[in-house]
Structure formats: C-alpha cells, structure tokens
C-alpha cells in the first residue's frame, strides 16, 4: 500500500549481479520532511539502490515511482531532466572540480539546467552563506577541508532545489566533528521540508534519522 503525500515509492526493487541477489524484493515511500537513514555493511547494495532511486540503472524486478511516474519509462532527456531539477546529491568523495573555486562548483548544476550564470552566483553565494562558507566562496577544493569540501558539496546539491536529497556515505572521510557538522546540517534540511536519503556504514548515525533501516542480505528491514 501507498503512503499518501510521498513524493518516492520505491515497489518491491530486486537487482542480482552475476546471479548473486544484491538487493531482494526492496520496497518503502519517502515524504517530504523524512531523513532516510539506510545502515550496511559494504557491498551490502546501498549504492545500487541510489542508483535505482537515481535512474542510472534499472531493477531486475519492481519500479521506482517519483511524484507518480515511473522513472524507468522516462525517455534519456526525461530521465536527465529528473535528476537534474528533482534529485541533489551528495558523495562520499565529494566529487568538486578540482579547477573550479566553490563558487564555481556550486553553480555548475544550474547552468546546466539553464538558470542564468548570474542568478546561480547569486543563489550560490547565498547557500555557501547559510553553509558557514562567506569567506570561501573564490577557494579551490586543495585550499579547503573534508568538511568544508562536503559544505560546498551539498550546497551544490541544492542549488536547483530539488525535492530529494540522495547522499551516499558522505561523512565517510570526515572526522566526528565534521560528521556532526555534515550530520545536522542534513537534517536541517530535511526539516526544510525536503526528503533525504543517506546510505552509510556507521550504526551510530542511525540516531539522526526519522526512518531507519538496515540492508541485510539483500533485503530492507525497518528499524
């Protein structure tokens, strides 16, 4: 059964890999204002499944619907249009641009979705702001730290406003103090009324979520 008001149904997901069952009959909605937390181990599927959620690959059986439509029957300009202006996301490595300054990186997504270079700066400036990050905004990734590099990150995942925020092991290469950082700063958005899902190996991350689950042996069981 649907849960009414979600903007995700992920339907009863399988994916198999060299017929090894990696994800197993995964299914669960996610509303506007929930913080996802899924726990396991590695090469327990997490990445698989936001890469399902995201559309870069396709489930052996099940659907993923996104504000009512199957994102699997969306055309590649479709499926590009969905990410882009739908989905932000956040990764363990922080993927910046190595010869872009933070607030050239954080612009990038909207120029490409079409949004003047000159209301993305400004938009950019104001995220990096709220971040922490006023006085970092003309630094390069080499003159920043994991947690501000993560800052700069999410700032980029939010720069088109999306409705989901898929994050996969973000504060995987910060210390606790940065974690915390990354960690509330998540939450805050979720509590913004946007929907996070964060995958991660660490159990004691568990406590920031408004749902948690964890992915044993392919499958997703509700905490």
Same mark, same amino acid.
């Not at 641009?97 to 400036?125: C, D, M, Q, T």
């Not at 950082?181 to 509590?191: P, Q, T």
């Given at each position: @059964?649907?849960?009414?008001?979600?903007? #995700?149904?992920? @339907?009863?997901?399988?994916?198999?890999?060299?017929?090894?069952?990696?994800?197993?009959?995964?299914?669960?909605?996610?509303?506007?204002?929930? =913080?996802?937390?899924?726990?396991?181990?590695?090469?327990?599927?997490?990445?698989?499944?936001?890469?399902?959620?995201?559309?870069?690959?396709?489930?052996?059986?099940? %659907?993923?619907?996104?504000?009512?439509?199957?994102?699997?029957? $969306?055309?590649?300009?479709?499926? +590009?249009?969905?990410?882009?202006?739908?989905?932000?996301?956040?990764?363990?490595?922080?993927? $910046?641009? /190595?010869? #872009?300054? +933070?607030?050239?990186?954080? &612009?990038? /997504?909207?120029?490409?979705?079409?949004?003047?270079?000159?209301? *993305?700066?400004?938009?950019?400036?104001?995220?990096?702001?709220? #971040?922490?990050?006023?006085?970092?905004?003309?630094? !390069?990734?080499?003159?920043?730290?994991?947690?501000?590099?993560?800052?700069? *990150?999410? +700032?980029?995942?939010?720069?088109?406003? /999306?409705?989901? &925020?898929? +994050?996969?092991?973000?504060?995987?290469?910060?210390?606790?103090?940065?974690?915390?950082?990354? @960690?509330?700063?998540?939450?805050?958005?979720?509590?913004?009324?946007?929907?996070?899902?964060?995958?991660?190996?660490?159990?004691?991350?568990? %406590? !920031?979520?408004?749902?948690? =689950?964890?992915?044993?042996?392919?499958?997703?069981?509700?905490?």
């Amino acid at each position: @059964m649907k849960s009414t008001n979600a903007i #995700l149904h992920v @339907m009863n997901v399988s994916k198999r890999y060299l017929l090894k069952d990696v994800l197993v009959d995964i299914s669960f909605s996610v509303r506007p204002y929930d =913080f996802v937390i899924i726990i396991g181990p590695s090469g327990a599927g997490k990445t698989t499944l936001l890469g399902i959620i995201a559309g870069f690959e396709e489930p052996d059986e099940g %659907k993923i619907e996104f504000l009512g439509r199957d994102i699997h029957s $969306l055309s590649d300009d479709e499926l +590009a249009e969905y990410r882009s202006k739908h989905i932000g996301f956040i990764f363990q490595n922080f993927n $910046l641009i /190595p010869f #872009l300054n +933070a607030l050239e990186n954080v &612009i990038v /997504p909207a120029v490409f979705s079409g949004v003047k270079r000159k209301i *993305a700066i400004r938009k950019a400036k104001k995220l990096l702001t709220k #971040l922490g990050l006023s006085d970092k905004l003309y630094n !390069y990734p080499n003159q920043l730290s994991g947690g501000e590099q993560q800052r700069v *990150a999410i +700032a980029r995942a939010l720069i088109n406003d /999306p409705e989901l &925020i898929l +994050a996969d092991e973000p504060t995987a290469n910060l210390d606790r103090d940065n974690e915390q950082i990354i @960690m509330e700063i998540l939450s805050n958005i979720a509590r913004s009324g946007k929907s996070v899902i964060l995958v991660t190996h660490k159990e004691y991350l568990a %406590k !920031y979520g408004t749902k948690v =689950f964890e992915l044993v042996n392919g499958r997703l069981i509700r905490r």
